[in-house]
Structure formats: C-alpha cells, structure tokens
Nanobody, 121 residues
Framework: EVQLVESGGGTVQAGGSLRISCTYS????????IGWFRQAPGKERKGFSC????????VYTASLKGRFTISRDGAKDTVTLEMNNLQAEDTAVYYC??????????????WGQGTQVTVST
C-alpha cells in the first residue's frame, strides 16, 4: 500500500520562505512520480509541480517556477518543496500525491492528508 505523509507546513510572513516535505512508501516499482497540489479556501485543488523518480525530471506550473523548487531524496524516500517569496495567494492546504509510472501527467492515485500553509500579511 502506497502511503504519503506531508510535514512542515505552518505560518510565514509574506516574502518569507517555507519548506514542506512528503515522505512516501509502498511503491512497487522503481518508477513513480510525486506531485504537489494545493487547495486554497473556496477553490478547487490544483497541481503545480511534479518530480519523476526515473531521472528526477521536474515539472512546474509556469506561474510558480522560480519561486518553488521540488527535489527528491531517494535514500530517504522524501520529496521536498522549497517555497520562496511567499505571498498571501499561496495560502492553501498543500497535498502531495503519488502514482506508479514516471510520467507527471494525470493519474495520481495516492494522496497525503495535506498540510496547511498560511502566509500572513
């Protein structure tokens, strides 16, 4: 059974930085993808970044590239999201999700419980 657990959320002032992590387990093969999604109050959940285990290739929503960085530590089975210059509109519940197979397209089957990120102004 695949499991994902997020950690590291919290409250940060606008312009600040925060790191959140996703620790995963249970993938049956070597090739999988981990994505980050977020859901702001009153809005739908949207994906914005993903990393592939095959070659650590990454995908970002254009609007967040440059402020957010996704990385993977295969030895620790952890994916980290570094978020810089956070703004009020980044306030959301952040979820990591996983899928078998290394492509970062749709099809995420497994989800963490989410971690709250709040940016104060």
């Amino acid at each position: 059974e695949v499991q994902l657990v997020e950690s590291g959320g919290g409250t940060v002032q606008a312009g600040g930085s925060l790191r959140i992590s996703c620790t995963y387990s249970g993938f049956t093969g070597e090739h999988y993808a981990i994505g980050w999604f977020r859901q702001a109050p009153g809005k739908e959940r949207k994906g914005f970044s993903c990393i592939s285990s095959t070659d650590d290739s990454t995908v970002y929503t254009a609007s967040l590239k440059g402020r957010f960085t996704i990385s993977r530590d295969g030895a620790k089975d952890t994916v980290t999201l570094e978020m810089n210059n956070l703004q009020a509109e980044d306030t959301a519940v952040y979820y990591c999700a996983g899928k078998e197979g290394s492509t970062c397209l749709q099809g995420f089957e497994y989800w963490g419980q989410g971690t709250q990120v709040t940016v104060s102004t």
